[in-house]
């Protein structure tokens, strides 16, 4: 709650990798994302944070569902914070809640289009 109250247009998230992800690490789990960020500029991000190829999927998982890549982290953390004030994701190469292997995969449009914007996102310990 002290994050949100010195930075209130971010949302404190922690990103981990799924149990059986067979997908790099991340350096950083932490993080403090801007609130209008939508979930597709996210997982621009995190793509470019894991070093995936284009054709990789990488899936999110928020409490058992994969949200959509629409949605703005202010509302996916509104949704779905702990009772700790941090939204946690899972990341993962396939859905290994859903069962499917189909992944998230980013239009060319939209990866030039992230690429156009500076977006800041702050890691922190």
């Given at each position: 709650d002290k994050i949100r109250r010195k930075y209130p247009d971010r949302v404190p998230v922690i990103v981990e990798k799924a149990p059986k992800a067979r997908i790099e690490d991340l350096d950083k789990k932490k993080y403090l994302v801007p609130s209008d960020l939508t979930v597709g500029q996210f997982y621009f991000l995190i793509?470019?944070?894991i070093h995936l190829r284009p054709e990789d999927a990488l899936f999110f998982i928020v409490n058992n569902?994969?949200?959509p890549t629409s949605a703005t982290m202010g509302s996916l953390y509104q949704e779905h914070h702990e009772e700790d004030f941090f939204l946690y994701i899972a990341y993962s190469d396939e859905d290994v809640y859903l069962g499917s292997n189909v992944g998230v995969w980013?239009?060319?449009s939209f990866v030039r289009g992230c690429n156009d914007i500076k977006l800041k996102i702050?890691?922190?310990n």
């Open positions: 793509r470019k944070r569902v994969i949200p980013l239009s060319d702050k890691c922190y």
